[in-house]
């Protein structure tokens, strides 16, 4: 018999899986996770990956860091940004909730400030889910003469729950963004856009500034012609607005 047909009559036909001693039981558990979803037995896309760690490891920070000495710094990051859109989509769940059932704002304000906190979110980000929700929670007229007049005044109800989230010209800049967004999205709000933002600069959500900075540069594509048409007039009278200011200014002097 040759060399080779001794060595491979010494093979054992079902040979131990020698890997598994060298592995700690942390990677044990994480291979036989995977394992079990490679089968079927889980859905990878429904289930966080933390969940591949025992019960007592499953925080974001351990999952990162346990990644990123791993040298999987992208797995890390991919975590950290489903960690976070999950909560942006449960704190959006938990505003729409509390609008609908009319929990006073001030309480509304304080949770979300809590959550923003927690999450570690802007307030660039934190406008957008609170404008969202604030539109989410309501049934539409589909009439636009009305659905107009139906939505200036739910805005003006919640404009303190706007204005406490719009501090800086960034959100402002967001919330303009977003409120385009939504108007070119819902057909029945496109000739509403003009009337929401003069509400809002009025309840002191909205500044010159902001709205100024949307109509020159910062607007969105869609929808482009009908909203500067529509907001033409009320830029030139920020503008008027301003130089006689100016003016006033100089003459005090």
């Not at 109800?157 to 989230?165: D, E, G, H, R, T």
């Not at 048409?229 to 006689?244: D, H």
Request: charge should be negative.
């Amino acid at each position: 018999m040759s060399s080779q047909g001794t060595f491979q009559s010494q093979i054992p036909s079902n040979p131990p899986d020698w890997s598994e001693s060298f592995l700690s039981k942390e990677t044990q558990q994480v291979a036989s996770s995977l394992s079990k979803e490679a089968q079927g037995v889980r859905d990878a896309s429904s289930s966080p990956p933390q969940e591949l760690f025992p019960a007592n490891k499953r925080s974001c920070e351990h999952f990162s860091k346990y990644f990123t000495d791993a040298g999987l710094k992208e797995l890390s990051d991919f975590a950290r940004n489903q960690q976070s859109i999950g909560a942006r989509k449960e704190l959006q769940k938990e505003l729409q909730e509390m609008v609908s059932r009319g929990d006073p704002q001030k309480e509304i304000i304080a949770f979300t400030k809590e959550e923003m906190k927690k999450a570690s979110l802007s307030e660039q980000a934190l406008i957008s889910i609170i404008w969202t929700s604030l539109m989410s929670c309501v049934e539409w007229n589909k009439k636009e003469e009305l659905v107009t007049e139906q939505a200036i005044k739910h805005l003006k109800q919640y404009s303190p729950l706007l204005k406490a989230f719009t501090s800086q010209g960034l959100s402002e800049l967001s919330l303009l963004v977003k409120i385009q967004e939504y108007c070119y999205d819902n057909i029945h709000f496109m000739k509403a856009f003009q009337k929401i933002v003069v509400l809002l600069y009025k309840a002191d959500v909205l500044s010159e500034e902001a709205i100024m900075k949307w109509y020159s540069e910062a607007h969105l594509a869609k929808g482009k012609s009908v909203f500067l048409e529509q907001m033409k007039k009320f830029v030139e009278w920020l503008k008027n607005a301003e130089e006689e200011s100016e003016s006033d200014e100089e003459e005090a002097d």
